[in-house]
């Protein structure tokens, strides 16, 4: 009579437990990687929204006659209709400008200041009605780790 051997087909204890610590290696690497990618995706989109913000300010100088909106229709303004004299009454035909007022990607907030305020967490951009200058309001910790540039925000 020959002896059979019958081995049971599956993994060990031990090799799945080698597969899961090098799983937990693996995502422990990759992980971060997406997390400054997302800081990454919003640092440029920040810079883009500043374009766009700053190109439509200076069709709409070029449209009401070499001024900017003040302080306090800056998103009013750049969202409706206007007259040449930045007025809303009768029936406007320049503009709008923007869809809506934008909200800064690494604040969450849309909130606009005088560029000589000093931001706070509340302050999603700091805008100069004087010479149209506008630029985004980004703490301290992200602008360096960002590589920001201060043409484009201003670190508090």
């Known amino acids: 009579m020959s002896a059979r051997i019958h081995r049971t087909k599956g993994f060990t204890l031990v090799e799945i437990l080698i597969v899961v610590v090098i799983l937990g290696i693996l995502a422990a690497i990759v992980i971060p990687q997406f997390t400054n990618a997302s800081e990454s995706a919003k640092s440029s ?17 070029v449209q009401h006659n070499g001024s900017y909106p003040t302080l306090a229709q800056l998103w009013g303004n750049m969202t409706t209709k206007t007259n040449s004299d930045g007025s809303t009454t009768g029936t406007p035909t320049l503009g709008p400008y923007l869809q809506q ?6 604040q969450g907030v849309s909130a606009v200041v005088v560029s000589t305020a000093t ?38």
């Open 119 to 156: 931001p706070t967490a509340t302050t999603g951009w700091l805008y100069d009605a004087s010479t149209g200058s506008i630029k985004a309001a980004v703490p301290a910790a992200k602008f360096t780790a960002l590589g920001l540039s201060s043409n484009d925000a201003t670190s508090y």
């Open 101 to 106: 007022s934008p909200t800064n990607a690494l």
């Open 45 to 61: 989109s920040l810079v883009s929204q500043l374009q766009t913000i700053r190109s439509q300010l200076e069709l709409y100088q």
